[in-house]
């Protein structure tokens, strides 16, 4: 993920727990997926405004993680998130798990996600609140 002029959304810190590490000692592939996602929760029930309802929520609809630096314990970590792109039904979230003081670029990620009417299935425009809060 580049900087690209894209406002910073959220910077979340995480700090690394004993039981994400695998077997070589530093944090398992899925547990970076695991990291994104908290940070997404946390900006999100930080948006003011509803981006969740009956009616409509959101999903996953693809990710991609660029491995770029084994994360080992103990750690705190950040993880950033700035919109790439705002469609009308969808976005595509850019993360980056650093270390807390920035010296470490753990992984880069791409993340997007859709908006859907949970009872049908069917994609639907973004909420407002998600539209403004990536603005």
């Not at 908290?38 to 609809?61: C, H, M, N, Q, Y």
């Not at 270390?99 to 470490?104: F, L, M, P, R, W």
């Amino acid at each position: 993920m580049s900087d690209s002029g894209a406002r910073l959304l959220a910077r979340v810190p995480i700090t690394v727990r004993w039981r994400d590490l695998d077997a070589y000692n530093h944090v398992n592939n899925s547990t970076f997926l695991t990291y994104l996602e908290e940070a997404r929760l946390v900006w999100l029930a930080g948006i003011a405004g509803e981006w969740k309802t009956d009616a409509v929520s959101p999903v996953l609809a693809a990710s991609q993680v660029n491995f770029r630096e084994p994360i080992e314990w103990p750690a705190e970590l950040v993880v950033e998130i700035r919109c790439e792109r705002l469609g009308t039904r969808s976005l595509t979230l850019a993360h980056r798990i650093t270390s807390a003081d920035g010296g470490h670029l753990y992984s880069d990620a791409t993340v997007v996600m859709v908006w859907i009417n949970p009872a049908s299935g069917s994609s639907v425009p973004l909420p407002p609140a998600v539209r403004t809060a990536c603005a």
